[in-house]
């Protein structure tokens, strides 16, 4: 797939987002607020601005977790800490991580043009990025920086999933078509999903029925053809940051892609990783 620019945004802004996933501080600030365990911390930590979210609503929104793992988590979490304390201790442990790797100070320009581009999301059928957008803008300025780029990586992936079901696919479904894409492996994936071998072989069952893997569980023509158009949806549902933008997106990756290869290359952000993205 060739690099559109709102994909050269998601590999640019992506890693600084991520760091929420893997930095120590934030399973310590987990812990901390009564959460327990790193999965119960994932599942709170990234719905609690939309409050005391259940199970199935989460599930729904999560798209590529199997039930039963979500379920484990939720609304279990919401006993031991409020959605406020889990999205204020989120910030903060984001923002200590981010100091300890990349400085003291947030580049302010890089805070105001991601705070620029995320307002230009529209919401409409994106519940992740609705919630998000609506946290109140906290006082440092890494996580200002922290929550514009949340508030975009959530926006797009809102959008995935809506071309993802668009195209006819579960979200193990829209995973496999990944996997056999070579964007990722299966043992980068199934152990952080939660699906059970059994229903991992059904849903490539399905997929070869459907004549988009072959037999070693490769994309075949078909399946590379759906996943380059669930690509191009993507793109295409993500394109209002980038048009906000204008020109100053490439001021925009110019300041970004510095911070998150030094996110790489400090070993907090792993690769190969969940997300299937990689060093700028």
Not at 10 to 37: I, M, N, Q, S
Not at 107 to 122: D, H, I
Not at 162 to 181: K, N, P, R, W, Y
Not at 236 to 250: F, Q, S, T
């Amino acid at each position: 797939m060739g690099a559109s620019p709102a994909r050269r945004l998601w590999a640019a802004v992506e890693p600084l987002h991520a760091v929420v996933y893997f930095a120590p501080e934030t399973a310590e600030a987990a812990k901390a607020a009564g959460l327990r365990g790193y999965w119960m911390g994932y599942f709170a930590g990234r719905l609690a601005p939309l409050g005391e979210v259940g199970p199935a609503a989460a599930t729904s929104m999560l798209f590529g977790f199997a039930p039963e793992m979500v379920t484990r988590a939720l609304p279990d979490a919401w006993s031991f800490a409020s959605p406020a304390e889990v999205v204020r201790s989120r910030l903060d442990a984001v923002s200590a991580a981010l100091r300890r790797v990349l400085g003291p100070d947030g580049p302010q320009e890089l805070a105001a043009l991601l705070s620029r581009a995320a307002k230009a999301c529209g919401c409409d059928g994106r519940p992740l990025a609705a919630g998000w957008a609506a946290v109140p803008q906290p006082p440092g300025s890494w996580s200002r920086l922290w929550l514009a780029a949340t508030v975009l990586r959530e926006h797009r992936g809102d959008g995935h999933v809506l071309a993802a079901v668009h195209a006819g696919l579960s979200g193990l479904e829209t995973t496999l078509t990944h996997i056999g894409d070579g964007v990722i492996g299966r043992g980068d994936v199934q152990p952080h999903r939660g699906w059970s071998d059994k229903a991992w072989t059904t849903a490539v069952q399905r997929l070869r029925h459907r004549g988009l893997l072959d037999d070693e569980g490769r994309l075949t023509a078909a399946g590379t053809a759906l996943r380059h158009r669930i690509e191009e949806d993507t793109d295409r549902l993500a394109a209002a940051p980038v048009e906000e933008l204008g020109n100053d997106l490439e001021r925009l990756l110019e300041l970004a892609e510095p911070l998150s290869r030094a996110l790489f290359d400090s070993g907090v952000v792993p690769a190969p990783n969940p997300m299937g993205v990689s060093r700028p």
